[in-house]
């Protein structure tokens, strides 16, 4: 094995294990969360349709659906959320400080897909300019390509933690 070989391995390595402890940590924030979120939804007074179960919350997520009613789109476009759902009027977007959710989960793509593609080229011997310029590339794509996901997710975050705009929300549709 080259010394190039074990760096890219090193690289590979660091990344994936940040990886698997910032997964851990994200999955603590969510379980405490999840727990409150339930011990209201137990709550009688509670509809089923305004307190969806976890597996629905998590469809209607990868759906980019509202996470209350499941109907309406989150997205207005690839980059830009409906700051309302259009099918039964909770709040989605307030527009204080919640785009920093959004904006850190895209980051953290960018990073991850950037030395991936590093550790790859770098494994393979690939030229200085293609270690530059790829990595750039897979940054881009990676940012760009996880943002409907990332206003998604982070959407059903602040509802289940009732703490954005989605917990006040009006009358059931
Ligand atoms: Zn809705």
Not at 81 to 110: H, Q, R, S, Y
Not at 127 to 139: G, I, N, R, Y
Request: hydrophobic share 50%.
């Amino acid at each position: 094995m080259t010394t190039n070989q074990e760096l890219a391995l090193t690289i590979f390595g660091a990344v994936t294990a940040v990886g698997v402890l910032s997964s851990l940590a994200v999955y603590l924030m969510i379980a405490m969360a999840w727990q409150e979120y339930r011990a209201r939804r137990d709550r009688p007074e509670a509809g089923e349709a305004e307190r969806p179960a976890g597996a629905q919350l998590i469809r209607r997520a990868i759906a980019c659906k509202c996470p209350r009613c499941g109907r309406g789109a989150i997205l207005k476009s690839w980059v830009a959320m409906n700051p309302v759902c259009p099918a039964c009027g909770v709040t989605l977007w307030k527009n204080d400080g919640e785009w920093m959710g959004p904006a850190v989960i895209g980051f953290v793509a960018a990073i991850g897909a950037a030395l991936y593609a590093w550790a790859i080229l770098v494994y393979f011997d690939f030229s200085e300019t293609t270690q530059v310029v790829v990595p750039c590339a897979a940054a881009l794509v990676a940012a760009i390509g996880v943002m409907p996901w990332s206003h998604s997710l982070w959407t059903m975050f602040l509802f289940i933690t009732n703490e954005g705009a989605v917990a006040s929300a009006p009358g059931k549709p």
